[in-house]
């Protein structure tokens, strides 16, 4: 029986420490100005309804009065200020709060208008989705460039799992005992101390990285997509209720305007006209159907623009159980669907769940510092991870981790890798593309360099 001896074992453990730290260096290069620019774009957008009441208190913010005009006064005098055709009313969410139309206009544009509900006043309008915190959800999603680019957020999303996972491997203690595992060693003119920053930080928001890693993927196209897909399909996401024999229309809820990730493909009931001639409810006989229905203040409501058109009421709050969507025949004023977060599927549920909590919005105001705390540390990881290369790295190189001895080590570790771009498509061909660089490029440049060292 052959056995293996300490100096053998240790030059192993080299080897796949060497293999683990290549590749926690190239997920690092890749992902970490993506890292940065989601935690700041997400760190903001924690605080949305905030910020935006803050920077446009001039329309978002009234004095409280005694009585609230009609809701069809409020679209009338927006349609009055910019005409076309008002397609969604929303309701205010407090009573400080100004309602909001959403105009199609005639000159083209689609704007969201700002009228005072006590005295029916227009305070202004801005593009629809023009305020400052929709700019910064865009930037988030990288939205403003393109599909292609929103693609790099799903490669970011499942590398960064990818860098917590090796970065785990790092860290381990491995009878090192505590010094820069849980403290900070050196000072910041070292390397010591920006490495041991970047290893507690890491360590102690890991778990959250790929918590909001997972929590984002929903969204994202192409793998975000097909498990709508799939979940919708196998009545994992949609409501039970979206399956009622119901005239159903070619329109998906998405788009009317932002719903909830399991309702992105539900389609939109039709009202049925009447045999003869016959008045429609009007919007302030539908509004008062959706408050009885019990439909929480801020909802929004779609307008119906043909004949067979809904009255589409929904609301996507804070708290998960008041999420909810009624469509009402636009002749009879009956719900044809009523939908609501316990309707969903347990995938809908679970994700849905996750979301919220990505949003800052479960916990309230806790859920908020708390992720705020964990965007700020993330980019205080970034940083030190890209000083500590800057000091480790020889001049004149970009600092690879070296080889391994044995490239065998390598198969594993790449098998492993290989089951996770499987999960994640892009992730894959991301994997795949970086394997290509790594031993066409960058691997002989290496191996050069260790030759003529080693003359």
């Given at each position: 029986m052959t056995t293996t001896s300490p100096q053998t074992k240790r030059k192993a453990s080299l080897d796949l420490y060497r293999a683990v730290w290549r590749w926690h260096f190239y997920a690092g290069l890749l992902i970490l100005p993506f890292l940065i620019i989601l935690s700041i774009t997400g760190a903001l957008y924690l605080f949305n309804d905030e910020l935006d009441a803050l920077i446009h208190s001039d329309l978002k913010r009234v004095a409280v009065q005694e009585a609230t005009q009609p809701p069809a006064t409020l679209v009338n005098v927006a349609l009055d200020a910019h005409p076309g055709t008002a397609v969604k009313y929303t309701s205010p969410p407090t009573p400080e709060s100004s309602a909001e139309v959403t105009v199609n206009a005639l000159t083209g544009e689609r704007l969201a208008v700002y009228v005072n509900p006590y005295t029916a006043e227009v305070l202004g309008a801005l593009d629809d989705r023009g305020t400052i915190m929709w700019t910064v959800r865009y930037l988030h999603s990288l939205k403003y460039f393109g599909p292609t680019a929103r693609k790099f957020i799903e490669i970011a999303a499942g590398w960064s799992i990818l860098l917590v996972g090796t970065g785990i491997y790092l860290w381990w203690p491995r009878g090192k005992g505590s010094s820069g595992l849980v403290s900070v060693r050196g000072k910041p003119k070292s390397r010591v101390f920006w490495r041991d920053l970047h290893a507690v930080l890491g360590i102690f928001v890991g778990g959250f990285i790929v918590f909001l890693a997972l929590t984002g993927m929903p969204w994202s196209g192409v793998w975000g997509g097909k498990v709508n897909e799939w979940a919708n399909g196998n009545n994992f996401g949609y409501p039970a209720g979206v399956r009622v024999e119901v005239p159903v229309s070619n329109a998906y809820l998405s788009d009317q305007g932002l719903t909830s990730w399991s309702l992105e493909q539900a389609r939109v009931p039709e009202s049925t006209p009447p045999a003869t001639p016959?008045?429609?409810?009007?919007?302030?006989?539908?509004?008062?159907?959706?408050?009885?229905?019990?439909?929480?203040?801020?909802?929004?409501?779609?307008?119906?623009?043909?004949?067979?058109?809904?009255?589409?009421?929904?609301?996507?709050?804070?708290?998960?159980?008041?999420?909810?969507?009624?469509?009402?025949?636009?002749?009879?004023?009956?719900?044809?669907?009523?939908?609501?977060?316990?309707?969903?599927?347990?995938?809908?549920?679970?994700?849905?769940?996750?979301?919220?909590?990505?949003?800052?919005?479960?916990?309230?105001?806790?859920?908020?510092?708390?992720?705020?705390?964990?965007?700020?540390?993330?980019?205080?990881?970034?940083?030190?991870?890209?000083?500590?290369?800057?000091?480790?790295?020889?001049?004149?190189?970009?600092?690879?981790?070296?080889?391994?001895?044995?490239?065998?080590?390598?198969?594993?570790?790449?098998?492993?890798?290989?089951?996770?771009g499987v999960i994640f498509p892009l992730v894959g061909a991301s994997l795949i593309a970086m394997l290509l660089i790594d031993w066409l490029a960058v691997r002989p440049i290496q191996e050069r360099r260790l030759t003529k060292q080693t003359i």
């Open positions: 016959s008045p429609r409810i009007g919007l302030n006989n539908a509004v008062a159907a959706f408050e009885q229905l019990g439909l929480q203040q801020g909802y929004a409501v779609n307008l119906p623009t043909s004949a067979a058109g809904v009255y589409t009421g929904s609301i996507y709050p804070d708290d998960l159980s008041q999420q909810r969507v009624i469509h009402l025949d636009q002749y009879s004023g009956e719900p044809l669907l009523d939908m609501s977060y316990a309707d969903y599927g347990p995938l809908g549920r679970w994700l849905e769940f996750g979301i919220n909590v990505h949003l800052g919005q479960q916990f309230g105001l806790v859920n908020q510092l708390f992720l705020l705390a964990v965007c700020l540390a993330i980019v205080l990881m970034c940083v030190a991870a890209g000083v500590m290369w800057w000091k480790r790295r020889p001049s004149g190189s970009m600092g690879v981790p070296p080889l391994p001895a044995d490239k065998r080590i390598f198969r594993g570790l790449i098998a492993t890798l290989a089951i996770g």
